[in-house]
C-alpha cells in the first residue's frame, strides 16, 4: 500500500463547477500535510497547508481529518486556469521532513 | 528574490555515462532535497542535506547515486554507469531548515537515458 494515495483522475469539470480531491495516508504519526499545484512539466508550488481546524484561500478550501487519515480539497468556482494536477503531500514522521507525495490528481477544467 | 535554480534544463546521455546535476538553493536555506520524478508519478524523495552533511540518503535507489553540498550551499547530484531506468526529472528543493518548513522547488532537470 502506498504511503499516500490520491485519485489520478482526469477529473474534467466545466468551469465555475464545484470539484473535490480526497487523499488518504497511512502514517498516522504524519506532523504536517500540504497540497501543492503541479502544470504540465512544471515544478511543484505551493497551494496551500492543512490543517485540522481547515484553512481557506479564497476559492480553495484544505482539510485534515487526522482520525481518518484523510485530507481534501475543495475548489469552487472552478476557472479554466485551475487546470493542473494537485499533489497531496505529507512529511515524514522522522526528523528530515522529507515530502512523500501522492502519485498527484489531474483536474482540467472546460470551458 | 531569486528561486531555486538548477542546470541543465535537460541532459541527453547514453547508457554506461557518467551525470552531473546542480542544484542552486534559495540563499540562507540550510535544508537541501532531491526528489525524482517519473511521469505519471508524484516525486520520490532522494536524499537530504542539512548544512553540508547528508541528514537522510534513504531514498537513493543505489550507489551509483551520490550527492554532495561542500559549502552548504550548491548541491551537485551525480549519477554513474547510467541507465534508461533513470531517465526522469530530477527536481531539488529547500527549505529554511526550521521544522517542517515549506519547500521550494527547483523547475528541474530531465534527464533522458538513451
Known amino acids: 500500500r502506498k504511503e499516500v494515495e490520491q485519485d489520478p483522475g482526469p477529473f474534467n469539470v466545466p468551469e465555475g463547477a464545484t470539484v473535490a480531491f480526497n487523499c488518504t495516508y497511512s502514517?498516522?504519526?504524519?506532523?504536517?500535510f500540504f497540497w501543492y499545484r503541479q502544470d504540465c512539466r512544471k515544478e511543484p508550488k505551493l497551494l496551500m497547508s492543512?490543517?485540522?481546524s481547515g484553512n481557506e484561500d479564497g476559492r480553495f478550501t484544505a482539510q485534515l481529518n487526522r482520525a481518518s487519515q484523510y485530507i481534501s480539497l475543495l475548489i469552487r468556482d472552478s476557472k479554466l486556469s485551475d487546470s493542473a494536477t494537485y499533489l497531496c503531500?505529507?512529511?515524514?514522521?522522522?526528523?528530515?521532513?522529507?515530502?512523500?507525495f501522492g502519485t498527484g490528481t489531474r483536474l482540467k477544467v472546460l470551458a | 528574490g531569486a528561486g531555486v535554480s538548477q542546470t541543465p534544463s535537460n541532459k541527453v546521455t547514453e547508457k554506461g555515462k557518467y551525470v552531473e546535476l546542480r542544484c542552486d538553493p534559495i540563499?540562507?536555506?540550510?535544508?537541501l532535497y532531491w526528489y525524482r520524478q517519473s511521469l505519471g508519478q508524484g516525486p520520490e524523495f532522494l536524499i537530504y542535506?542539512?548544512?553540508?552533511?547528508?541528514?537522510?540518503d534513504s531514498g537513493l535507489p543505489n550507489d551509483r547515486f551520490f550527492a554532495v553540498r561542500p559549502e552548504g550551499s550548491v548541491s551537485t547530484l551525480k549519477i554513474q554507469r547510467t541507465e534508461r531506468g533513470d531517465s526522469a526529472v530530477y527536481l531539488c528543493?529547500?527549505?529554511?531548515?526550521?521544522?517542517?518548513?515549506?519547500?521550494?522547488f527547483g523547475p528541474g532537470t530531465r534527464l533522458t537515458v538513451l
Open positions: 528543493a529547500s527549505s529554511r531548515g526550521v521544522s517542517a518548513d515549506t519547500q521550494y
Open positions: 502514517n498516522s504519526a504524519s506532523q504536517s
Open positions: 542535506f542539512q548544512g553540508t552533511g547528508a541528514a537522510d
Open positions: 492543512v490543517y485540522s
Open positions: 503531500v505529507v512529511t515524514a514522521t522522522s526528523g528530515t521532513y522529507k515530502y512523500i
Open positions: 540563499s540562507g536555506h540550510t535544508a
